[in-house]
């Protein structure tokens, strides 16, 4: 009854370790969920949340890409593509709005100055 026991252990560790292992399916979820997650939250992303963002998004497009690349085809291939060019943009775009909010204010604060001056 042990051998039986212990060979059943094994073969359930084994099992979870590979239900565990991440795989090309889970890497293109993955990185579709965490666009999908910057594009919910980053109008309200501070610096840093932009750092450990792009943090993030660096090993995607690195060390994971690279991992998974030979296995992926071509609609994965896409698919990855098109999670490049939206967090691009989300980020490029969040950016350019923050840039053109600030410079907003520095003119209202400019104006209201002169005005007060006169």
């Known amino acids: 009854m042990n051998k039986t ?3 059943l ?4 560790a084994m099992i979870v370790m590979i239900s565990c292992s991440e795989s090309k399916e889970s890497y293109v979820n993955d ?3 965490f ?8 109008k ?10 792009d943090e993030t998004y660096k090993d995607y497009i690195g060390p994971k890409y690279d991992k998974f690349s030979k296995e992926l085809n071509t609609d994965e291939l896409l698919t ?6 939206q967090y691009i943009t ?5 950016y350019l709005k923050n840039s053109l909010d600030k410079a ?6 400019t104006m209201d100055a002169i005005i007060k001056d006169k």
Request: proline share 0%; glycine share 4%; net charge positive.
């Open 80 to 85: 990855i593509t098109k999670l490049k060019a």
């Open 104 to 109: 907003i204010q520095e003119g209202t604060k």
């Open 44 to 53: 309200s992303y501070t610096e840093a949340d932009w750092q450990k963002a």
């Open 5 to 7: 026991v212990i060979s």
């Open 9 to 12: 252990l094994a073969i359930l």
């Open 90 to 94: 989300l980020h490029g775009s969040t």
């Open 31 to 33: 990185f579709s969920k």
């Open 35 to 42: 666009v999908e997650k910057v594009q919910k939250d980053c």
